[in-house]
């Protein structure tokens, strides 16, 4: 178990005013450049977005969007300045709202640990394995990125702290250095067929069906700050719906790691080109998410720049220890 908390703002008269939706509603009508595409992303009717919007303006006292020329669909908007400073105190004050919870949360449940040993134990009875990519050629980074150094261990090192212990556990490298850090955790180690991000999915999903497991969680190994609370919590959602694909989300928006049922390896094992696991979803696939706890969860580590900010995280106490 953990905590969810959820977030809002409320008028002079008690009513809900700004919260998760409209954030999120914000920070699409900035990347989609209109407030019916950014509805249209979200599945939302437009006249529901474009009501958020004016009841979020109403209780704030200015716009919060401003007309332009383009954008989807011929003229577009832009969240106004107001917007994004409102959206970023917003932001500001639901991760600190969130890591009081977790905090009290970790007092408040000190005597339940059991609970955790209980998902382990069940998790150990059907066969749950982890597949962690490891080996990316790191282009864009210029060096090795996954035995770059963050906070004292290599940025890989950080990755496997988040896979429970009593998981069986492959990584897939093409250096001598991943070879070390996977074996000194346990790991055994695959080599892909090439240079594709499809030869690594092909190389674990095979790993996985020689191995029978009855899912496979795949990992990459440039997302350090993933909580092994949230592994905890897609083994979980995969207990109880072991036909589906899950992936961990931030706010309603999927990513990685994402774990595949057993019956789904084949397709993965048949992939090409520069693809990922997720080019082997079709529509006879259930898919469900389960929301990370952090948003930086789902960071990747794909330049230096990526990298600073992570140990930025790392710094300030929020991140994973």
């Known amino acids: 178990m953990r905590p969810y908390v959820r977030t809002y703002l409320v008028d002079d008269k008690g009513e809900r005013a700004f919260g998760s939706g409209p954030a999120e509603l914000l920070r699409r009508i900035r990347e989609h450049g209109s407030l019916r595409a950014a509805a249209q992303s979200m599945g939302m009717a437009y006249t529901k977005a474009l009501a958020l919007v004016k009841n979020a303006e109403a209780a704030v006292g200015h716009p919060l969007t401003t007309r332009v020329v383009g954008g989807a669909g011929g003229g577009g908007s832009t969240p106004t300045p107001e917007a994004d400073a409102l959206l970023e105190a917003y932001e500001r004050w639901t991760s600190v709202v969130e890591a009081t919870a977790a905090v009290r949360y970790a007092s408040a449940f000190a005597g339940l640990d059991d609970l955790s040993r209980d998902d382990a134990s069940k998790e150990a009875r059907r066969t749950v394995g982890v597949a962690v990519l490891a080996a990316g050629h790191a282009t864009r980074f210029g060096a090795d990125k996954l035995v770059e150094p963050l906070l004292g261990e290599p940025v890989l090192a950080r990755t496997l702290g988040c896979v429970p212990s009593a998981l069986p556990l492959v990584v897939t490298s093409v250096s001598s250095e991943v070879d070390e ?51 905890r919590s897609l083994l979980g959602a995969s207990r109880a719906n072991p036909d589906a694909c899950v992936r961990l989300a931030w706010r309603g928006r999927a990513g990685s790691p994402i774990l595949f049922p057993a019956r789904v390896l084949p397709r993965l094992e048949a992939l090409t080109g520069d693809v990922g696991g997720r080019a082997a979803l079709g529509d006879a696939v259930a898919r469900m998410s389960v929301e990370a706890t952090w948003p930086w969860e789902l960071w990747d580590v794909d330049t230096p720049s990526d990298l600073e900010r992570i140990r930025e995280v790392m710094e300030a106490g929020l991140g994973r220890a």
Request: charged content about 20%; overall charge negative.
């Open 181 to 231: 850090l996977a074996r000194g955790r346990g790991a055994d180690v695959a080599r892909p067929g090439g240079p594709d991000q499809s030869d690594s999915t092909r190389a674990l999903a095979a790993y996985a069906l020689e191995a029978g497991w009855d899912a496979c969680l795949f990992v990459p190994g440039d997302q350090p700050l993933v909580e092994p609370a949230s592994v």
